[in-house]
């Protein structure tokens, strides 16, 4: 079993829906979970990043974090055509800042 | 220049020869990375540097080299290389290998291997 589970996509929305991007996890240890976009022919940025279960909302972004049931969510409100990316799931574990990332999901939101 | 930077964007390279990546932060982090990313997988760590030593060696094939002759410098030595090397190498930085909120990204160099 894989550590961190993303679904590829592509994922396509119209302009104005609200995306939701998931990720699964199978190491109840993870306590660090972020989120990453990835513009084609770029590197990663944070997007957001959460402690622990709970949410935490960034202008149109939240991030939700089920602890429970090992699962974490990206929700984008009013998506927009230049949120069209990869998005990876970041999950740290251990002493060292050791990420294991998802495979990301390519997201296109089209006008 | 700011951030993290990598250099070439993009290389073709033949099986037997030898070539070198190379990524310059100016972020004044202590930590550097190498990740390798190919398509529909996720990101695989491959060497940790921490204030130019190497705390992290994932298992990677002798015929990648890393380098760090300081903390702003990171290189990655190629040489014989395979076809399914061909990948996305990506650097990335952090404050210290320690740091609990991520990374800092270079837009990596598209390596291709025939």
């Known amino acids: 079993q894989k550590e961190v589970e993303q679904d590829p996509g592509p994922l396509s929305v119209p302009e104005g829906a609200i995306v939701s991007l998931n990720c699964t996890y199978s190491?109840?240890?993870?306590?660090?979970f972020m989120w990453y976009r990835q513009y084609s022919r770029k590197g990663p940025e944070l997007l957001m990043y959460?402690?622990?279960?709970g949410n935490k909302e960034d202008g149109r972004f939240t991030a939700q974090v089920d602890k429970s049931s090992k699962y974490i969510s990206l929700f984008i409100r009013d998506s927009q055509p230049s949120d069209s990316a990869t998005y990876l799931c970041?999950?740290?574990?251990?002493?060292?800042?050791?990420?294991?990332f998802g495979a990301g999901t390519r997201l296109a939101v089209h006008p | 220049e700011t951030g993290v930077t990598q250099t070439p964007r993009h290389l073709v390279m033949g099986m037997t020869n030898k070539k070198s990546l190379k990524c310059e932060q100016h972020?004044?982090?202590?930590?550097m990375y190498w990740y390798k990313q190919s398509a529909k997988k996720p990101l695989e760590l491959m060497f940790v540097y921490s204030l130019e030593e190497r705390v992290e060696n994932n298992s990677v094939p002798s015929r990648f080299s890393p380098e760090c002759p300081n903390s702003s410098h990171l290189f990655l030595h190629l040489h014989t290389l395979q076809p399914e090397d061909s990948a996305l190498y990506l650097c990335a930085s952090s404050q210290n290998h320690r740091d609990r909120l991520g990374y800092t990204f270079g837009s990596g160099t598209r390596l291709t291997v025939v």
């Open positions: 972020l004044g982090h202590n930590a």
């Open positions: 959460t402690y622990s279960s």
């Open positions: 190491n109840s240890a993870f306590q660090y």
């Open positions: 970041a999950l740290r574990s251990g002493g060292y800042n050791k990420l294991i």
